[in-house]
């Protein structure tokens, strides 16, 4: 079935290290998204791509980054530069305005802890 | 640049009572959404409506664009309905599009 799959559900790091959030979708949508949620707080965008092989920095891009090699894959790299790295994390997919609309879905999300 | 309002910030109801969520926004939008987050933190869309009203079950919503508003009404809350409700406006320039966030609207409901 059609859907946004985020893997690991779960992730726990060390402080310093690098880490790799996967997401995946085969609704065949051209525009990805990566937000971030802190306790108590709305969502906040990363990074986002409209279509393959470009993205854009969001409103909280440093010490994050992307690529966008295939349409159906937007990985997120949380660098060792970012000084806050605990948070969850949600992937969501949309048409990008295709079709007339730009409604986003979003996968379950990455709890990613660093100690 | 835009800016989303929920209000209340909380809400906590008995099983069976009715409500009303508000979201307010800044400035002037072509697509409004409503989410629910629940307690495992998946976003479930509710509602896609820039404006005008739509219902789903016991859920209904409605935009008044011009006046830089959106209603969320639940009828008849179950304890299910407990989680966070969040507005998002789309943000739409020459790079893409992304959603901006309210802060959300807390919902208990109790047996």
């Known amino acids: 079935d059609g859907g946004i799959t985020q893997s690991p559900k779960y992730l726990f790091r060390k402080e310093g290290q690098n880490v790799t959030l996967s997401c995946e979708q085969n609704?065949?949508?051209?525009?990805m998204y990566w937000y971030r949620q802190d306790p108590g707080q709305g969502l906040r965008l990363i990074y986002y791509?409209?279509?393959?092989?470009?993205?854009q920095k969001g409103d909280i891009a440093e010490g994050y980054s992307v690529s966008r090699e295939k349409k159906e894959s937007f990985p997120l790299t949380v660098t060792s530069a970012q000084k806050n790295p605990t948070a969850f994390y949600l992937c969501?997919?949309?048409?990008?305005?295709?079709?007339?609309?730009?409604?986003?879905?979003f996968g379950p999300g990455t709890r990613l802890t660093v100690t | 640049g835009i800016q989303v309002e929920q209000s209340p910030p909380d809400l906590i109801l008995q099983e069976g009572a009715n409500s009303t969520l508000r979201c307010n926004f800044s400035d002037s939008v072509n697509n409004l959404q409503w989410f629910h987050q629940n307690p495992w933190g998946q976003l479930i869309n509710l509602f896609y409506i820039p404006s005008g009203t739509k219902q789903n079950g016991r859920l209904s919503a409605t935009t008044v664009a011009t006046e830089r508003y959106s209603l969320l009404y639940i009828s008849s809350s179950q304890t299910t309905d407990s989680g966070v409700y969040f507005c998002?406006?789309?943000?739409?320039?020459?790079?893409?599009?992304?959603?901006?966030f309210g802060k959300g609207t807390t919902l208990s409901v109790s047996s």
């Open positions: 609704l065949n949508h051209d525009a």
């Open positions: 969501a997919s949309s048409t990008g305005g295709l079709e007339g609309s730009y409604e986003q879905y």
């Open positions: 998002a406006l789309t943000l739409i320039n020459q790079a893409g599009t992304a959603l901006i």
């Open positions: 791509s409209q279509i393959v092989n470009d993205f």
